[in-house]
């Protein structure tokens, strides 16, 4: 049985002068505790594909399943709380919230997960050792201006992984470090998934990267080859 299945998905966008088709017939079918590779040139559409099956973006046709459930058959509250508990993101360029602290950044996701909204010890206790694991103790109180590329990564990983989601998405989780750090937020990222089983998806136009995954899919004129 599939974790995430994308069935027939199509999607494109319409700007003022042309409508440009992305997503023209998308078939994926993910299973539990895998690492898949989405490989493909920039344009292709790989972000686009993410987003939909990580239940940001809607299909313009076709079903996204998470776990057996329709997730465009939810409505936003009930898709929010999914995506909380289950997908974790991690994004190019970390999108961490500028104000926050590395700890309060990893917060957060716990805080609504858990549907607290004040910062409780067990919390907070649970968003440092978050931090802990990805080599961060001594960043807590940073803020993200403050830390390099590879270490706002890391915190973004921290982030994506603080309600223990059954899924991780990332989108070109390299595309902005050098290749040290990049080797170490793949290591990371990696690691994790062997310890907790996760399925991990990695978009991504490095081939190095695509070979540490288990299984490599091709985005190529808005279909999987
Ligand atoms: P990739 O991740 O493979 O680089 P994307 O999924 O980001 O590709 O983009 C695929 C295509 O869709 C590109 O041509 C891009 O310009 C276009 N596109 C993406 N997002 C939007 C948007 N919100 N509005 C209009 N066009 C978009």
Redesign the pocket.
């Known amino acids: 049985m599939s974790i995430l299945k994308a069935e027939n998905i199509y999607k494109s ?3 003022t002068q042309k409508r ?1 088709d ?1 997503l023209e017939g998308i078939n994926l079918s993910i299973i539990p505790g895998e690492s898949l590779a989405i490989v ?12 939909v099956i990580g239940g940001l973006d809607h299909p313009d046709k076709g079903r996204v399943l998470l776990d057996g459930k329709d997730l465009y058959k939810m409505n936003d509250a009930e898709r929010s709380r999914v995506r909380n508990q289950a997908v974790g993101f991690v994004f190019q360029f970390y999108h961490l919230l500028p104000e926050l602290t590395a700890l309060e950044n990893v917060l957060m996701p716990l805080m609504v997960g858990k549907n607290v909204h004040g910062v409780t010890p067990e919390i907070e206790g649970m968003a440092a050792q978050r931090l802990k694991e990805m080599g961060l103790e001594a960043r807590l109180e940073h803020k993200p201006a403050q830390l390099s590329g590879g270490e706002q990564q890391r915190v973004a990983i921290a982030r994506a992984l603080a309600n223990d989601p059954a899924i991780l998405l990332c ?2 989780p390299t595309g902005n470090l050098d290749s040290r750090s990049g080797d170490a937020v793949i290591d990371l990222l990696l690691s994790s998934k062997a310890k907790a089983e996760r399925t991990i998806v990695i ?1 991504t ?1 490095d081939i190095q990267i695509a070979k540490r995954c288990g299984r490599t899919v091709h ?1 190529k004129d808005g279909v999987l080859e």
Do not use: F, M, N, R
């Open positions: 966008y319409t700007d440009v992305v493909g040139p920039s344009g292709a559409g790989k972000s686009t594909l993410l987003h989108d070109e978009v136009h985005i």
